[in-house]
């Protein structure tokens, strides 16, 4: 059943839980991977801690071959990191151009227009500020630990 059609066996108050439901599931995914990003980045940022910690030392005797593996990390590890940053963005925004659509689909038909969906625009641009900004921060962190 093509939900997005009004239809007369779908009354109007489950079309709206339906459709509801289905932001409720974009919302969490949201959340999800913003949790995702969050327990990546931490453990890349440490990691790259370490690694730059361990090329401070310098080179101990023998240690020549350790410190290559210490530089070629320090070189991945932002490189990964920008990916994974840019990968959860991307699903991310995926995830808000879903709730975006839903919501349009949704006052598509004549039904409940006057039962919102969501808060007012102003607040839902304030709630998916976290989502949106961080990872383009860790982006941009970590765009500037690769070239200096």
Request: proline share 5%.
């Amino acid at each position: 059943m093509d939900i997005s059609q009004p239809s007369e066996s779908i009354a109007p108050l489950e079309r709206y839980r339906i459709f509801r439901n289905r932001i409720e599931h974009e919302d969490t995914l949201i959340m999800q991977r913003l949790s995702w990003l969050m327990a990546s980045q931490s453990f890349l940022f440490t990691a790259f801690a370490i690694v730059t910690n361990g090329l401070s030392m310098g080179p101990i005797a023998g240690g020549n071959v350790f410190i290559g593996h210490l530089d070629t990390l320090a070189r991945i590890i932002p490189v990964v990191a920008l990916i994974n940053s840019l990968l959860i963005a991307v699903s991310i925004f995926g995830a808000l151009k879903a709730v975006r659509e839903l919501r349009a689909e949704y006052f598509k038909g004549e039904f409940l227009k006057t039962v919102p969906l969501q808060t007012s625009r102003f607040a839902r641009y304030m709630g998916v500020s976290a989502p949106v900004l961080l990872p383009l921060l860790f982006l941009a962190v970590w765009l500037y630990l690769l070239l200096i």
